[in-house]
């Protein structure tokens, strides 16, 4: 917006002329106004009312923000160059102060030939964040040519000219129509073909689209199918299927109670369209929610649909074991993959004994399957082509078994490795559902656990929704900022117990002494009453940035991190009035002993600086080391021996006992305090020293040290 002439904004009545000359936005918001003001006198009541009245209206839309009011002539540049930006209402009294001190300063200064130049700096406003399109289909900047016959590109051609506006001789109603789709559409490309000479063939020359098998929950899981009449129902296929029989899987049910979940499994090389036509069709809105599982995704299947999302700058987020991925989510539709290995470990040949289900994986030649072969047909490949020589001895009965039936047969590579591919969907898919019922009745049809990622994942949902009582587990908080910078101050004040054998009260022992003065609640570091001589005894610890050190910082240096960005004269000056407050309540009987970390920094007590830094619980809790002693040893005539520890974990936890609730933190008993009175009862985590025996080559305990 810009104002195109001069606007006058005040009345005829007024002791005053307010011209808005400019007024236009800026980048990111910012809307800047440009004012002329001339006097008809000289007193200051009339430039106050000029100045609100140019406020006033700058403000009129945008009532919450900041405002900085810059006047703009050329000895005003040279005599004052900080404007601040200000509140609306702090910022009258700041500009009047210093109009008044440049006035003054600058008498030849003309105030009609100033312009008041006045930015609005509005408060941002919080806005919901639109969806992602996903979906192509909806997407309106992509026009879908919706059509049955072989004409969809000169379809596409005319549609593009007509929503530009290029077809000459048409009125704005045919150009709709021709957009969408209408009989008139393929009249136009008819005619563009007709005038380019390019005959109209009756089959396209490439078959496009995705080919959809249409059988039982493998693809269309909004109208699910059965074997109902033992056959698969194949169409817009690029090969055709003869004499498949699927009988072995003895399927009688249609997986009714599986819903978004979709199995799928790939076998390389998948060729360059198969990917990018899967993800297209389901990384959609009609698949939001959906849950994709694949057997040993993380292996392979995931990583060349994490490479199309990733291409296509789609977000997402992945959690992954080192290179292998375990798991995708496609943000904005929840549309999530994950490996049923990461819940049975078994194979996928071994679904149909484990689940107990009628079924067969059968073989396929991996080894066969490269670029060149794609299109085989003759004798079966050599037993080499099926990883013969990596079967154990019984698989290898089994299989020379099936191949000596089989081997003088053709094969077709495009139909074994469908029905292959096919035989793994199914078993996976049958095996997930029977896995997954089983979950569901002994849950009481509370936990699906594909709804999670790993088995453990899910088992600890299971204890902690079934098996959990209420008040068993306490959640501790984190150590905060503010608890670290105090270990200092704990430190001196157990020095200063040691050392004068008394029980000083602080944050670890007690939590800090809270003194209500004039309805204000004070705490201090440390407190300490003296019985015998009735002498109360205040121990403060002070911070040097936080409490304003005259010895470390500069009185006009601003404490960055105090919310109200102080000085440190002011904290200084706030620390001394707060302790004369509490000396003022407490006297006569009060003793105040005070230390600045600078000061406390230049001493040492390592009487207490071991066992005062608080327990961090992750410390007791190590995996397995292990340790390269020797990399390489000939052994012509000896035998090598593998020696191990056991893992305890386990049995510790079935066996051993866990603690619940809320945990009592000790401070003040040392190791021979414990070992000298073993009557008291003590479970839990203890910090202490251990010293390893000498001479012991593999260590026991973990330790580390700089990081």
């Known amino acids: 917006?810009?104002?195109?002439?001069?606007?006058?904004?005040?009345?005829?009545?007024?002791?005053?002329?307010?011209?808005?000359?400019?007024?236009?936005?800026?980048?990111?918001?910012?809307?800047?106004?440009?004012?002329?003001?001339?006097?008809?006198?000289?007193?200051?009541?009339?430039?106050?009312?000029?100045?609100?009245?140019?406020?006033?209206?700058?403000?009129?839309?945008?009532?919450?923000?900041?405002?900085?009011?810059?006047?703009?002539?050329?000895?005003?540049?040279?005599?004052?160059?900080?404007?601040?930006?200000?509140?609306?209402?702090t910022v009258k009294k700041l500009f009047m102060d210093q109009m008044e001190r440049l006035l003054n300063s600058a008498e030849e200064l003309n105030l009609e030939e100033v312009i008041f130049e006045v930015t609005i700096i509005p408060n941002k406003r919080g806005k919901g964040k639109a969806l992602k399109i996903l979906d192509v289909i909806n997407k309106r900047s992509i026009i879908q040519i919706k059509n049955d016959d072989t004409i969809c590109l000169s379809r596409a051609i005319v549609t593009s000219l007509a929503s530009n506006k290029l077809l000459e001789n048409f009125t704005n109603s045919q150009l709709k129509h021709i957009k969408e789709g209408r009989p008139l559409q393929k009249r136009v490309a008819e005619d563009l073909h007709e005038q380019s000479g390019v005959e109209i063939k009756e089959e396209a020359n490439q078959e496009t689209g995705i080919h959809i098998m249409n059988f039982c929950i493998a693809y269309d899981l909004e109208n699910i199918y059965c074997f109902k009449n033992n056959y698969v129902k194949v169409f817009k296929c690029d090969f055709n299927i003869d004499d498949l029989n699927l009988l072995e899987l003895d399927i009688d049910d249609c997986f009714s109670d599986v819903e978004k979940i979709p199995f799928r499994e790939y076998e390389t090389p998948i060729g360059n369209s198969v990917i990018d036509n899967f993800c297209k069709y389901f990384i959609r809105d009609k698949f939001k929610d959906y849950t994709f599982i694949s057997h040993y995704g993380k292996g392979y299947d995931m990583q060349p649909i994490l490479g199309w999302i990733i291409k296509n700058k789609i977000e997402h987020s992945i959690i992954s074991s080192g290179l292998k991925l375990t798991f995708i989510f496609i943000k904005g539709i929840n549309l999530r993959f994950i490996d049923s290995i990461n819940f049975t470990l078994c194979g996928l040949a071994a679904f149909p004994k484990t689940f107990g289900f009628v079924g067969n994986k059968g073989y396929f030649p991996h080894y066969f399957?490269?670029?060149?072969?794609?299109?085989?047909?003759?004798?079966?490949?050599?037993k080499e082509y099926f990883g013969y020589n990596t079967m154990t001895i019984k698989n290898k009965e089994l299989f020379d078994e099936w191949y000596n039936k089989v081997k003088e047969k053709e094969f077709k590579f495009y139909k074994e490795i469908f029905y292959y591919c096919l035989l793994d969907v199914l078993i996976l898919a049958k095996g997930c559902t029977l896995y997954r019922k089983l979950f569901l009745n002994i849950t009481n049809n509370c936990i699906d656990p594909f709804q999670y990622i790993t088995i453990a994942q899910c088992c600890t949902k299971i204890f902690k929704t079934l098996m959990l009582t209420n008040e068993t587990i306490g959640i501790h908080k984190k150590m905060t900022i503010k608890e670290v910078h105090s270990q200092k101050s704990i430190q001196w004040l157990e020095y200063i117990s040691l050392e004068y054998n008394i029980m000083i009260q602080h944050?670890?022992?007690?939590?800090?002494?809270?003194?209500?003065?004039?309805?204000?609640?004070?705490?201090?570091?440390?407190?300490?009453?003296?019985?015998?001589?009735?002498?109360?005894?205040?121990?403060?610890?002070?911070?040097?940035?936080?409490?304003?050190?005259?010895?470390?910082?500069?009185?006009?240096?601003?404490?960055?991190?105090?919310?109200?960005?102080?000085?440190?004269?002011e904290l200084y000056d706030q620390t001394k009035e707060r302790l004369k407050t509490i000396e003022d309540y407490l006297k006569p009987n009060v003793k105040i002993h005070t230390i600045w970390e600078c000061e406390f920094d230049q001493q040492k007590y390592p009487e207490v600086d071991p066992h005062l830094k608080p327990i961090d619980k992750r410390d007791a809790f190590y995996g397995g080391r292990t340790e390269t002693i020797q990399l390489y040893n000939n052994l012509s005539d000896l035998k090598g021996r593998y020696v191990d520890f056991c893992s305890l974990y386990p049995s510790v936890n079935k066996y051993c006992k866990y603690p619940i609730g809320h945990p009592i933190t000790y401070t003040d008993i040392s190791v021979d305090d414990y070992i000298k009175n073993p009557h008291r009862n003590y479970f839990g985590i203890m910090k202490c020293k251990i010293l390893p025996p000498k001479g012991l080559y593999h260590p026991v305990l973990p330790y580390k040290q700089f990081n």
């Open 369 to 382: 399957n490269t670029t060149e072969n794609q299109k085989y047909k003759g004798i079966y490949p050599d």
């Open 1 to 89: 917006m810009e104002a195109k002439k001069d606007k006058i904004l005040s009345k005829r009545g007024d002791s005053y002329k307010l011209v808005l000359t400019k007024e236009y936005k800026h980048k990111a918001s910012i809307y800047v106004f440009n004012y002329k003001i001339s006097l008809k006198d000289e007193k200051q009541e009339t430039f106050t009312n000029a100045f609100d009245h140019m406020v006033d209206y700058s403000i009129k839309d945008y009532p919450n923000g900041r405002i900085k009011i810059v006047p703009i002539h050329e000895i005003i540049i040279t005599k004052h160059k900080s404007w601040p930006i200000r509140t609306y209402n």
């Open 507 to 569: 944050a670890k022992r007690g939590g800090e002494k809270k003194l209500f003065i004039n309805n204000k609640c004070y705490k201090v570091d440390g407190y300490y009453y003296d019985r015998e001589n009735k002498m109360r005894n205040v121990y403060e610890f002070f911070g040097c940035y936080w409490h304003g050190c005259t010895k470390c910082y500069s009185p006009e240096e601003i404490c960055k991190k105090d919310r109200n960005k102080k000085t440190m004269k």
